[in-house]
């Protein structure tokens, strides 16, 4: 286990800017990670929990987005049981030289899986750790990842311990950052004094707010960048969502307290008000939730799970839309912090997150 000795400060304000900005530069993931496009593309959806995804249209996309400027590519080894791995190694053997070399892979690990898909718990043990990323290497067809996080805390392993796997081979070569996923603010500082930490992924959208307690501003005391996913609320808030759709088998939205009865209805209504700001502006729906994600601060980057070009085109055009003061105040007043009806996951999934404890 490697110490970090060094303390990380932070680089942006406590509090957001009141506007985003049209210009596409960098975003620094911390003060020790990677300058990425703004808008990072999340490829689960191509592989798992959302139903069948067309692989030919998932690879355009990836290559749509990485012609784009987009360069963080986010995933995980089980999602599609490392299908999504293979997606994405395959999306970037045929990608032009220079698109290839541009493109950051972001990868969680930990998450144990049944031959039926379930899920049984983590694993975040420094062997386990050194076994996860040997298989991540492979699929991928690469020799380092760019950010390596587990996906959850094990709560049988000190987080130190798992972070300070990362950390040797962060020296090994085979890791260039260190990540982490839904975590408390506790255990960030705890991690953040083993070696440094580039970015906590973690959840953060106009319903799905509550990082802005503790969370963040500890990352923003810490240096730690985040990578926001969600941000579209798993399309709930995207203004393509009906209360008449039919999900297809095995859609995660299926058992997702937010899509269940009144609860859907209670947010489909907060999203016909945010409608009217968006038409108010001349942007999408999908658009302006982006956009309000955007302008929290320049340390944050969304995270985008766009399955088609069409849909990609649409998100990354969030970068065009300025919000002024009044137009926070009325996304805000259309969308109130704590009004989603619903918990983001089902209860049993929920007792996995250190962040909500």
Same mark, same amino acid.
């Given at each position: 286990?490697?110490t970090?000795?060094?303390?990380?400060?932070?680089?942006t304000?406590?509090?957001?800017?009141?506007?985003?900005?049209?210009?596409?530069s960098?975003?620094?993931?911390?003060?020790?990670?990677?300058?990425?496009?703004?808008?990072?593309?999340?490829?689960?959806?191509?592989?798992?929990?959302?139903?069948?995804?067309?692989?030919?249209?998932?690879?355009?996309?990836?290559?749509?987005?990485?012609?784009?400027?987009?360069t963080?590519?986010?995933?995980?080894?089980?999602?599609g049981?490392?299908?999504?791995?293979?997606?994405?190694?395959e999306?970037?053997?045929?990608?032009?030289?220079?698109?290839?070399?541009?493109?950051?892979?972001?990868?969680?690990?930990?998450?144990?899986?049944?031959?039926?898909?379930?899920?049984?718990?983590?694993?975040?043990?420094?062997?386990?750790?050194?076994?996860?990323?040997?298989?991540?290497?492979?699929?991928?067809?690469?020799?380092?990842?760019?950010?390596?996080?587990?996906?959850?805390?094990?709560?049988?392993?000190? &987080? /130190? %311990?798992?972070?300070?796997?990362? *950390?040797?081979?962060?020296?090994? !070569?085979?890791?260039?950052?260190?990540? =982490? +996923?839904?975590?408390?603010?506790?255990?960030?500082?705890?991690?953040a004094?083993?070696?440094?930490?580039?970015?906590?992924?973690?959840e953060y959208?106009?319903?799905?707010?509550? &990082? /802005? %307690?503790?969370?963040?501003?500890? *990352?923003?005391?810490?240096?730690? !960048?985040?990578?926001?996913?969600?941000v =579209? +609320?798993?399309g709930?808030?995207?203004?393509?969502?009906?209360?008449?759709?039919?999900?297809?088998?095995?859609?995660?939205?299926?058992?997702?307290?937010?899509?269940?009865g009144?609860?859907?209805?209670?947010?489909?209504?907060?999203?016909?008000?945010?409608?009217?700001?968006a038409?108010?502006?001349?942007?999408?729906?999908?658009?302006?939730?982006?956009?309000?994600?955007?302008?929290?601060?320049?340390?944050?980057v969304?995270l985008?799970?766009a399955?088609?070009?069409?849909?990609l085109?649409?998100?990354?055009?969030?970068?065009?839309?300025?919000?002024?003061?009044?137009?926070?105040?009325?996304?805000?007043?259309?969308?109130?912090?704590?009004?989603?009806?619903?918990?983001?996951?089902?209860?049993?999934?929920?007792?996995?997150?250190?962040?909500?404890?």
């Amino acid at each position: 286990m490697t110490t970090n000795e060094n303390s990380q400060t932070p680089t942006t304000p406590t509090t957001p800017p009141t506007s985003t900005s049209t210009a596409p530069s960098r975003r620094a993931l911390g003060t020790t990670g990677p300058a990425v496009f703004p808008v990072g593309l999340g490829c689960m959806g191509m592989s798992a929990l959302y139903g069948e995804a067309d692989r030919a249209e998932s690879i355009a996309t990836i290559h749509a987005a990485l012609d784009a400027g987009v360069t963080l590519l986010d995933t995980g080894d089980f999602y599609g049981m490392g299908h999504n791995e293979l997606l994405i190694g395959e999306a970037l053997r045929s990608a032009p030289a220079a698109a290839r070399e541009q493109a950051l892979t972001s990868v969680k690990f930990g998450a144990l899986r049944t031959v039926e898909g379930g899920f049984t718990g983590y694993d975040g043990r420094p062997a386990a750790v050194k076994n996860f990323l040997a298989y991540s290497l492979q699929r991928l067809g690469r020799d380092h990842i760019d950010i390596y996080r587990i996906a959850r805390v094990d709560p049988d392993v000190p &987080i /130190e %311990e798992t972070v300070g796997a990362i *950390a040797e081979a962060v020296q090994a !070569g085979h890791v260039r950052h260190i990540g =982490l +996923s839904e975590v408390g603010a506790d255990t960030l500082r705890r991690a953040a004094a083993v070696a440094p930490i580039s970015d906590l992924q973690i959840e953060y959208s106009l319903i799905s707010r509550g &990082i /802005e %307690e503790e969370i963040l501003p500890t *990352a923003r005391e810490l240096g730690i !960048g985040v990578t926001a996913y969600g941000v =579209l +609320s798993r399309g709930l808030i995207s203004g393509h969502f009906s209360r008449d759709r039919a999900l297809a088998p095995g859609d995660f939205r299926g058992m997702s307290p937010r899509f269940q009865g009144d609860n859907l209805d209670r947010n489909l209504d907060l999203v016909d008000a945010l409608r009217k700001v968006a038409d108010g502006k001349g942007v999408s729906v999908a658009q302006a939730a982006i956009a309000w994600v955007l302008s929290r601060g320049e340390d944050i980057v969304p995270l985008v799970g766009a399955r088609r070009r069409d849909r990609l085109s649409e998100a990354l055009g969030a970068m065009e839309v300025r919000l002024s003061a009044a137009d926070l105040a009325a996304i805000e007043e259309a969308v109130p912090a704590g009004s989603a009806a619903g918990d983001r996951y089902p209860a049993e999934q929920m007792a996995h997150l250190d962040s909500e404890r």
